[in-house]
């Protein structure tokens, strides 16, 4: 599969498994030496007033972007002032300023320019957003959202739909208008959000509200209730009653639920009456996706709607959710419009009290920790429910709010044993790539594909098209938009068996830590860390494919024959403040440094610079390495 030697694959894959081992056996042993000593890590200003050093940096970034790369921390260290203050906000504001990277631009240059198949547009948009940098289209513009594009994949994972249905994967213009109602509508209010997803045709087609009849039941038929299960159950308010701080509310000891099958029932006949946007009333229930338009939101057709008017078939006076304060105890009267029957029912579902910490502490767990403290919950559930202005459900107060938390900033001092992420696959990829420089390379301009002088259009099945594939080596088992099911590639209240489970902590990414997939991605890493820079002559193949450049870290690797006297301490210490935010032990540190020493020019024949092979293997024992696989 790969282009490496199979003596340099084995040593390799041995050297990954000794220091799992070794890392694992000594960690119980080992001091905390490399914690700085929390009490007095920000001077007495505030964590928020960071960063106070290039790891504070890193770190940071990590859990705002697709992953730091030296001038990432460089600059946003460049944004503090002398006496403290200032750097993460102003990185924020710089976010929030930020154009926003589309999809559909993307797309329709591929398809109206190039005049080229979209099959893998929306990968390679997604690639090109979340690596950043210039655009194809134009080098001139940059991509630089890298937060806003974060924030969307976070709500990719909680507002679900999948190119695995199989009408979504055959119409990629709708997958990238989808997604890009997720980045538009990223610091936006959660309310706009949650009807934009609500008219999407996609998640129209994906849970089955398009083309939603009302009932008739001298044909016994009845609306589809699975938008109106997910909807609640899924991207709003759960399926029981939720303490501001995230704790279940109990009953007798029996957790209370937050609805009851008549009230799913009542809003799938709320969610009657919406059809493509190009078919008629007279033609709703066969109109067809031949003729739909997957880029324009879902349009109403009242005869189609129950709104409480027909005797025989409607619900009358629907009980949605039931709550204090809700707008007339949560039900909804006869003789509304689909438009507003439906505002309605987003607004019951929008301002129930189960909202705030059930959206805010999966926001939390996608991008910060996956047990994050019930007092940072509440935190974050006051922040939703009033951002300081008086504004309910303010995501970008939210995501702020999460980001500069003092137990984001330092969580991991406090509990050293419990702080934390497993690092999705997917993420993992996106880290490297922009960690090691990638770009996309030798793409030819054969077949009527423009691939050539792209380094900026991330194509390739090694870099975009494969990454979901975990059976030959080169995916890692996920992808933008590719989860099995609705739940996600892993739900939120997953905890691996064992001492986790004993302790009672999550560990929603564990969920696809399947033996396979961990093969599949530490292979995928060994080929990318091996194989290819940007000095490869790129052969026959027209798409061509990603790859790193090595060359940016050559002179922190030693001299070119290496050996004993040859130090890789300084590439070492580098890779640690960017890949693990100066998290690295002083026994992996000293493990790595003593095992690349040893590597010389003359220990490997196929490669003299000993440097090439020192950074091979350091990005593969890194980001193979279980300090590394846990985000702290």
């Given at each position: 599969?790969?282009?490496?030697?199979?003596?340099?694959?084995?040593?390799?894959?041995?050297?990954?498994?000794?220091?799992?081992?070794?890392?694992?056996?000594?960690?119980?042993?080992?001091?905390?030496?490399?914690?700085?000593?929390?009490?007095?890590?920000d001077g007495f200003q505030g964590v928020a007033a960071g960063p106070f050093n290039d790891s504070d940096a890193a770190r940071f970034l990590q859990q705002a972007t697709f992953g730091p790369t030296d001038a990432d921390i460089?600059?946003?260290?460049?944004?503090?002032?002398?006496?403290?203050?200032?750097?993460?906000?102003?990185?924020?504001?710089?976010?929030?300023?930020?154009?926003?990277?589309?999809?559909?631009?993307?797309?329709?240059?591929?398809?109206?320019?190039?005049n080229e198949n979209t099959g893998n547009v929306l990968r390679e948009a997604w690639f090109l957003d979340t690596l950043g940098g210039p655009d194809p289209q134009n080098n001139a513009v940059i991509h630089t959202d890298q937060l806003r594009q974060r924030?969307?994949?976070?709500?990719?994972?909680?507002?679900?739909?999948?190119?695995?249905?199989?009408?979504?994967?055959?119409?990629?213009?709708?997958?990238?208008?989808?997604?890009?109602?997720?980045?538009?509508?990223?610091?936006?209010?959660?309310?706009?959000?949650?009807?934009?997803?609500?008219l999407s045709t996609d998640m129209g087609v994906y849970l089955n509200m398009v083309s939603n009849p009302r009932a008739d039941l001298s044909q016994n038929r009845h609306p589809d209730e699975n938008y109106a299960r997910e909807i609640n159950q899924l991207f709003s308010v759960g399926l029981v009653m939720l303490n501001p701080d995230g704790s279940v509310q109990t009953s007798g000891g029996v957790p209370v639920p937050t609805y009851t099958q008549p009230v799913i029932t009542a809003f799938a006949h709320v969610f009657t009456g919406w059809n493509w946007a190009s078919c008629t009333s007279g033609n709703y229930l066969n109109c067809g996706y031949q003729n739909?338009?997957?880029?324009?939101?879902?349009?109403?057709?009242?005869?189609?709607?129950?709104?409480?008017?027909?005797?025989?078939?409607?619900?009358?006076?629907?009980?949605?959710l039931s709550y204090p304060g809700?707008?007339?105890?949560?039900?909804?009267?006869?003789?509304?419009?689909?438009?507003?029957?439906?505002?309605?029912?987003?607004?019951?579902?929008?301002n129930h009290p189960n909202v705030g910490p059930f959206i805010g502490k999966q926001l939390i767990q996608r991008l910060v920790t996956s047990n994050p403290s019930p007092a940072y919950v509440q935190r974050i559930t006051n922040v939703f429910n009033n951002n300081g202005s008086g504004v309910r459900g303010d995501l970008k107060a939210v995501v702020q709010a999460?980001?500069?938390?003092?137990?984001?900033?330092?969580?991991?001092?406090?509990?050293?044993?419990?702080?934390?992420?497993?690092?999705?696959?997917?993420?993992?990829?996106?880290?490297?790539?922009?960690?090691?420089?990638?770009?996309?390379?030798?793409?030819?301009?054969?077949?009527?594909?423009?691939y050539a002088n792209q380094p900026y259009r991330y194509a390739g099945y090694t870099t975009a098209y494969g990454t979901s594939d975990e059976t030959y080596g080169s995916g890692v088992g996920q992808a933008p938009l590719d989860s099995p099911t609705v739940f996600n590639f892993f739900k939120p209240s997953f905890g691996p068996s064992g001492e986790m489970t004993t302790r009672g902590l999550l560990g929603p990414e564990f969920q696809i830590a399947t033996d396979s997939l961990i093969v599949s991605s530490t292979n995928s890493l060994f080929g990318k860390s091996f194989n290819g820079d940007l000095t490869d002559t790129c052969g026959s193949d027209p798409i061509g494919d990603i790859a790193l450049n090595r060359t940016q870290d050559l002179p922190l690797a030693g001299t070119v024959a290496g050996g004993p006297g040859s130090s890789s301490a300084v590439l070492v210490d580098a890779y640690n403040k960017r890949f693990m935010a100066g998290q690295m032990?002083?026994?992996?540190?000293?493990?790595?440094?003593?095992?690349?020493?040893?590597?010389?020019?003359?220990?490997?024949?196929?490669?003299?610079?000993?440097?090439?092979?020192r950074v091979n293997r350091a990005l593969l024992l890194i980001s193979t390495s279980p300090e590394y696989l846990i985000q702290k």
């Open positions: 599969m790969f282009r490496s030697n199979r003596a340099i694959r084995h040593a390799a894959r041995a050297a990954v498994l000794a220091l799992a081992c070794a890392t694992a056996i000594a960690a119980s042993a080992q001091s905390l030496s490399h914690f700085p000593d929390f009490v007095f890590h460089a600059h946003l260290r460049s944004l503090v002032a002398p006496n403290g203050g200032a750097g993460y906000q102003a990185w924020l504001n710089e976010q929030y300023a930020a154009p926003t990277s589309l999809m559909t631009t993307y797309h329709d240059w591929v398809a109206n320019v190039l924030v969307a994949f976070a709500l990719s994972e909680i507002f679900v739909i999948s190119d695995q249905n199989t009408l979504i994967n055959q119409h990629p213009e709708g997958e990238v208008t989808y997604y890009d109602i997720l980045a538009t509508n990223a610091f936006g209010n959660y309310r706009q959000l949650l009807e934009k997803v609500t739909g338009d997957f880029t324009q939101p879902m349009a109403a057709f009242a005869a189609w709607h129950d709104n409480g008017s027909d005797a025989t078939n409607d619900i009358h006076n629907k009980q949605l809700a707008v007339n105890g949560g039900v909804l009267v006869d003789g509304g419009t689909p438009q507003t029957d439906l505002a309605f029912a987003l607004d019951n579902i929008f999460i980001l500069l938390d003092p137990e984001a900033r330092v969580g991991q001092f406090h509990a050293p044993d419990a702080f934390g992420k497993l690092r999705e696959p997917l993420l993992r990829m996106t880290h490297f790539w922009r960690a090691t420089g990638a770009l996309h390379h030798c793409g030819l301009d054969a077949g009527g594909l423009h032990s002083p026994f992996m540190r000293n493990v790595m440094i003593n095992y690349l020493d040893t590597i010389s020019s003359a220990s490997d024949p196929n490669q003299p610079d000993a440097r090439v092979s």
